[in-house]
């Protein structure tokens, strides 16, 4: 496991309940921006503390609030983070989120995505369901257009997809047994892609923690609890705006007639509710205002 650091805890409060976010910078995006913004609107919604896991790279000399462990970035191969254009693949360093359970400072603890918007309290009722981890089994698509159904299931013999997102543990046994076959997963990805027959040049949290559940609930795809809603998500060709306190504006092109390339442009507003929003050059414009 990479050495951990301890880089800043003065602001630290009670250590019962926390968010965990990962956030390694690279050429195309400021994560760690992203996670510190996401940091100051936990503690505006949901009143509790977020340790951000960067190094020093990422940070730049840039001072926070939060609290911030100093780990190790590790790569996940590189992508496309824009699907519009080919000039904006990278490398993705968020493939330790098997670190999560020991980085943690927190009984039990969230981890959040950098580009989860916080935007209500919901969060706070995955405290109360009552299990060692629990993660979302769907997401929703708020533009309406439904273009996240593929996500339900991936490989080659549709094993069902749990969304790393937003991803609850306690320390117990349990949730210590799970990091640990995650941590295997990680290390052996290349072996479960083969099986389940999926790409493995690219690494997916996802994959990896549905894999994990799986092998911890004894490979009894029913037996694994999720958490009871879906998560909103908008695509990378999303654009959000406007953004108040509890109110997101999006914008989008809907593809009405492919032959004749006819878009149809919507806007519609979330409010009140938390947003996965892929497209990070979106939010960057968002928090630079």
Same mark, same amino acid.
């Given at each position: ?136 089994? %769907?997401?929703? =698509? #708020?533009?309406?257009?439904? *273009?996240?159904?593929?996500?339900? &299931?991936?490989?080659?013999?549709? /094993?069902? $997809? ?14 210590? %047994?799970?990091? =640990? #076959?995650?941590?295997?997963? *990680?290390?052996?990805?290349?072996? &479960?892609?083969?099986?389940?027959? /999926?790409? $493995? ?89």
């Amino acid at each position: 496991m990479p050495g951990l650091q301890n880089i800043k805890n003065s602001t630290m409060k009670d250590n019962s309940q926390g968010i965990l976010i990962f956030a390694f910078n690279n050429d195309k995006i400021d994560y760690f921006k992203h996670a510190c913004w996401v940091a100051d609107r936990v503690e505006q919604y949901l009143g509790l503390p977020t340790t951000i896991v960067t190094n020093e790279k990422s940070i730049n000399d840039r001072q926070v609030k939060h609290n911030l462990v100093k780990s190790v970035p590790e790569s996940g191969g590189r992508r496309n983070f824009d699907h519009k254009t080919d000039t904006k693949v990278d490398d993705w360093f968020n493939a330790a989120r098997y670190t999560a359970y020991n980085l943690s400072p927190y009984n039990e603890t969230i981890v959040i995505d950098s580009d989860y918007i916080v935007n209500s309290d919901q969060l706070l009722k995955v405290f109360d369901l009552g299990h060692d981890i629990v993660c979302h089994r %769907n997401a929703y =698509d #708020v533009t309406g257009l439904d *273009r996240f159904r593929h996500y339900n &299931y991936f490989g080659t013999y549709n /094993f069902p $997809h749990y969304w790393a997102t937003v991803l609850y543990f306690k320390k117990s046994k349990f949730a210590e %047994n799970f990091f =640990d #076959v995650l941590t295997m997963v *990680r290390k052996n990805y290349q072996h &479960y892609a083969n099986i389940h027959k /999926f790409n $493995h040049f690219m690494f997916r949290n996802d994959y990896a923690v549905s894999i994990a559940l799986s092998i911890v609930y004894g490979h009894d795809l029913d037996a694994i609890p999720s958490i009871p809603w879906s998560i909103p998500t908008c695509y990378d060709d999303v654009n959000i705006s406007n953004l108040t306190d509890n109110k997101i504006e999006l914008s989008y092109d809907e593809r009405v007639d492919n032959e004749r390339n006819i878009l149809k442009y919507h806007r519609t507003y979330l409010t009140d509710t938390d947003l996965h929003c892929i497209n990070k050059f979106t939010l960057e414009e968002t928090i630079n205002g």
